[in-house]
Nanobody
Framework: QVRLVESGGGLVQPGGSLRLSCVAS????????MAWFRQAPGKERELVAS???????NYLDSMKDRFSISRDNAKNTVYLQMNGLKHEDTAIYYC???????????????WGHGTQVTVSS
């Protein structure tokens, strides 16, 4: 079993930055891939970015220029640095992980509870 706990969400003005963190526990050392998904009100959950244990990264194309995913395997933690935030980035951001495969548009098995990001002036 893997437990994922997100932090770092909050209220930010347009153009601002936030850094999300997700700490894994349990069988965290066995995690192969970690990812961030988000779900805006009235919309489906979508992949933001994913990263494997070896550092292979996959981004949603529209986010490559503003978002950056990184991972500290020693700390079992994945980060999402978000810059130049826009109103449309408002969503609940979920951490996701899988023990066996890379994560793309099909999510991994384990989910965190999510952290709210609100972009508003």
């Amino acid at each position: 079993q893997v437990r994922l706990v997100e932090s770092g969400g909050g209220l930010v003005q347009p153009g601002g930055s936030l850094r999300l963190s997700c700490v894994a526990s349990g069988s965290a050392s066995n995690i192969y891939a970690m990812a961030w998904f988000r779900q805006a009100p009235g919309k489906e959950r979508e992949l933001v970015a994913s990263i494997t244990k070896g550092g292979s990264i996959n981004y949603l194309d529209s986010m490559k220029d503003r978002f950056s995913i990184s991972r500290d395997n020693a700390k079992n933690t994945v980060y999402l640095q978000m810059n130049g935030l826009k109103h449309e980035d408002t969503a609940i951001y979920y951490c996701n992980a899988d023990l066996e495969r890379a994560i793309a548009h099909v999510p991994g098995y384990y989910w965190g509870h999510g952290t709210q990001v609100t972009v508003s002036s």
